[in-house]
């Protein structure tokens, strides 16, 4: 699979969907992220961060973060919510809870940080990710999961 495809994205392991990310150009993963696969590829990623999440690594670590990637049609955005509690992680499509930190990036930025591709704290640092609230859990939320790297 070099390419994204709506009919089978749900069912690509996540190393693979890494190397699709690194291999694909960032101009075309914002027009598939512009596009009618952006609510597919959105949901696939949220979907699997419980099964990514690593308890070990968490701690006593008790959160509510909110992941906005902007870019949409029309300019819209989509915001899902994470909460990390009591060694679980649980995603929501439709946040509830204030959260105690917010991330917001581009959907190129976000489709490298999830597979791997681009360090988020560098993004911070180059304003490609804002984040907002508590930024010792916005510098150590990806050591809570396993990553994929192509």
Wanted: aromatic share 6%; glycine share 10%; charged share 20%.
């Amino acid at each position: 699979m070099t390419d994204f495809d709506p009919a089978t994205f749900a069912s690509v392991e996540p190393k693979q969907f890494a190397q699709i990310v690194k291999s694909t150009p960032d101009a075309k993963l914002a027009e598939v992220m512009q596009g009618e696969l952006r609510g597919s590829v959105l949901d696939a990623v949220f979907s699997r961060m419980p099964s990514l999440f690593r308890a070990d690594r968490a701690g006593s670590t008790n959160a509510v973060v909110h992941w906005t990637v902007t870019g949409g049609p029309d300019g819209a955005s989509d915001t899902y919510e994470v909460v990390i509690e009591n060694g679980t992680c649980q995603v929501s499509e439709t946040p509830g809870r204030d959260p105690k930190l917010s991330l917001t990036m581009g959907p190129v930025e976000f489709l490298r940080i999830v597979s791997g591709g681009a360090n988020p704290v560098m993004m911070f640092m180059t304003g490609k990710l804002k984040a907002k609230g508590d930024l010792g859990l916005a510098a150590n939320i990806a050591n809570l999961f396993d990553i994929p790297k192509a």
